[in-house]
């Protein structure tokens, strides 16, 4: 029986393809990494031709340990999201390495448009802030200076997309170009409300309206690939940029449901239902979903850094072997000695949006070790979280319960603080891979195997782990004075 689903998942490390059955068991995976181009400082990019090639390459890979193409109801897509790819609609190649999401070559840009104004109402429009980090700087900077780009835009056969619309176009032999609307809303040329990119956005980022996708359902029958490439044609039924994914894939359906993945970043987001959000406190609002053309919403915060915190103890300091030890650590002394660090190592995301702040350790003693300092990392994820909680609460989305997921959330004393600081209880799936998870559960509901998101999420979401808080209020009142304290020096 096809009931299969194949989630592509192309991140920004690696790009991975995985096979579901209907009940969200996985059934076979194939991974590949991505070389990471850094050609100056604050500058990252990728070749979209190489996203593609793994991609297909992992497809490959994994349809013959299910019988092949015939098995497979629909695919489902996700992706590191906002980065932007240009490419000639004609030759089907791309023009230029892709600009990556962490690329900051546009911080000039970006402020030459705060000083003009246009701050505000970008915001009221989009959901999003005035950064780098979105898709429509990095447009215009391949168009001045980048030769072929203008090019192709004054020929009429430039196309720009993010990763998933890249994928799509190259999985259909370029009879699509279609981009969905939760990485659309990443761009900063969708309104949140908007169905099709906002002509008056495109003119004020310098974007040949043109040269865009058009903006589809996450779910539902929305191309089909080339039959030539897996012997059959194959639907595509699923679309969501990686952090939509895992908030589906967390089931995080109804309004105040909130997950957290804590992976090289943190990212949380709580669902906001049909109502366009509006933040007073420097959180992103988002699209959520998009079926049928109805939208419902997310608030989003984001945490720079994250997991990135322990490599660096790892691969900077020398402190633990590997990841997993920062754990041991932390439970071998009763706290951290007063040592608190506030990881500002690439600036302060939500909600502090502090691009200038740096890395503090402070409280070092003599009794300070490797002990104290791994503690110390944990601790700050979870500090970073309760100010992001605090923020979200600010806006008027208080959070029940916490989802958490990404690869340091396999931290157990990790998620047993994060409970503790936030006062709720923190939930952990069995199958940590939340992010395809959501793209095989779209794409399980756009293929028809069942009839609706609610119900592909019931069916397909596995066991959980559940954290109690048990902190005293004291020992927390204590670790946030020293937390503000630290962050006022950052
Ligand atoms: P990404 O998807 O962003 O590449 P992952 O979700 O794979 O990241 O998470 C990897 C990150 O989590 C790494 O930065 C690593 O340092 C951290 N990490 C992994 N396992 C643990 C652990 N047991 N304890 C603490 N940190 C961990």
Same mark, same amino acid.
């Not at 259909?172 to 040329?189: E, F």
């Not at 998870?437 to 119900?455: F, I, K, R, T, V």
């Given at each position: 029986m096809s009931d299969y689903i194949l989630v592509l998942d192309a991140g920004t490390t690696s790009t991975r393809a995985i096979i579901f059955a209907s009940?969200?068991?996985?059934?076979?995976?194939?991974?590949?990494?991505?070389?990471?181009?850094?050609?100056? !400082?604050?500058?990252?990019?990728?070749?979209?031709?190489?996203?593609?090639? &793994?991609?297909?390459?992992?497809?490959?890979?994994?349809?013959?340990? *299910?019988?092949?193409?015939?098995?497979?109801?629909? *695919? %489902? *897509?996700?992706?590191?999201?906002?980065?932007?790819?240009?490419?000639d609609k004609a030759?089907?190649?791309?023009?230029?390495?892709?600009?990556?999401?962490?690329?900051?070559?546009?911080?000039?840009?970006? !402020?030459? $448009?705060?000083?003009?104004?246009?701050?505000?109402?970008?915001q009221l429009r989009t959901g999003l802030v005035l950064d780098p980090y979105f898709s429509a700087t990095k447009m215009r900077w391949m168009l001045d200076n980048v030769a072929e780009v203008r090019a192709a835009a004054d020929a009429g056969t430039l196309a720009f997309?993010?990763?998933?619309?890249?994928?799509?176009? &190259?999985?259909?032999?370029? !009879?699509?170009?279609? +981009?969905?609307? #939760?990485?659309?809303?990443?761009?900063?040329?969708?309104?949140?409300?908007?169905?099709?990119?906002?002509?008056?956005?495109?003119d004020l980022f310098g974007v040949p309206s043109g040269a865009l996708p058009d903006v589809v359902d996450m779910a539902g029958e929305l191309a089909q690939t080339d039959a030539r490439l897996f012997g059959r044609a194959i639907p595509i039924t699923g679309l969501a940029g990686d952090q939509q994914s895992a908030t589906i894939g967390q089931a995080c359906l109804a309004p105040g449901e909130t997950k957290a993945t804590y992976g090289t970043g943190a990212f949380i987001l709580t669902n906001q239902?049909?109502?366009?959000?509006? #933040? @007073?406190?420097?959180?992103?609002?988002?699209?959520?979903?998009?079926?049928?053309?109805?939208?419902?919403?997310?608030?989003?915060?984001?945490?720079?850094?994250?997991? #990135?915190?322990?490599?660096?103890?790892?691969? +900077?300091?020398?402190?633990?072997?590997?990841?997993?030890?920062?754990?041991?650590?932390?439970?071998?002394?009763?706290?951290?000695?007063?040592?608190?660090?506030?990881?500002?190592?690439?600036?302060?995301?939500?909600?502090?949006?502090?691009?200038?702040?740096?890395?503090?350790?402070?409280?070092?003693?003599?009794?300070?070790?490797?002990?104290? $300092?791994?503690?110390a990392a944990l601790e700050a994820m979870a500090h970073q979280t309760y100010d992001l909680a605090q923020a979200f609460a600010a806006d008027g989305t208080d959070w029940q319960t916490l989802r958490i997921d990404g690869g340091m959330a396999a931290n157990d004393w990790?998620? @047993?603080?994060?409970?503790?600081? $936030? %006062?709720?209880?923190?939930?952990?799936?069995?199958?940590?891979?939340?992010?395809?998870?959501?793209?095989?559960?779209?794409?399980?509901?756009?293929?028809? $195997?069942?009839?609706?998101? @609610?119900?592909?999420?019931? &069916?397909?979401?596995g066991k959980l782990t559940r954290f109690e808080p048990k902190m005293d209020d004291a020992v927390r009142e204590e670790r946030l004075t020293r937390w503000r304290k630290a962050l006022s020096a950052a």
């Open positions: 009940d969200g068991v996985p059934a076979a995976s194939a991974q590949a990494e991505l070389t990471q181009h850094y050609p100056q !400082a604050g500058w990252v990019e990728h070749d979209a031709r190489e996203i593609w090639d &793994k991609t297909l390459a992992c497809a490959r890979e994994v349809l013959p340990q *299910i019988g092949g193409a015939a098995m497979v109801a629909g *695919i %489902g *897509i996700t992706n590191q999201r906002e980065t932007v790819v240009a490419w030759t089907g190649e791309p023009l230029t390495r892709a600009v990556v999401w962490q690329d900051r070559r546009t911080a000039p840009l970006c !402020a030459e $448009l705060r000083e003009a104004g246009h701050e505000e109402d970008i997309g993010t990763v998933e619309s890249w994928l799509v176009f &190259k999985l259909t032999g370029g !009879a699509a170009h279609i +981009s969905d609307a #939760s990485n659309a809303s990443r761009t900063l040329l969708l309104e949140l409300e908007g169905a099709a990119f906002d002509e008056g956005l495109c239902g049909e109502v366009a959000p509006h #933040s @007073q406190h420097r959180l992103l609002g988002t699209v959520l979903t998009q079926i049928d053309g109805r939208r419902t919403y997310a608030i989003e915060g984001s945490v720079f850094v994250a997991g #990135s915190l322990v490599q660096w103890l790892r691969d +900077s300091l020398g402190i633990v072997e590997v990841a997993s030890e920062t754990e041991a650590l932390a439970r071998s002394i009763p706290d951290s000695g007063g040592v608190t660090i506030v990881p500002a190592l690439a600036g302060l995301g939500a909600p502090h949006w502090q691009s200038e702040a740096r890395g503090v350790i402070a409280g070092l003693s003599f009794a300070s070790g490797k002990a104290e $300092l791994a503690r990790m998620a @047993q603080d994060l409970a503790d600081m $936030l %006062g709720l209880t923190v939930e952990r799936p069995a199958f940590i891979e939340t992010t395809a998870l959501g793209a095989a559960m779209l794409a399980a509901s756009g293929a028809g $195997l069942y009839p609706d998101l @609610q119900n592909a999420a019931d &069916k397909m979401r």
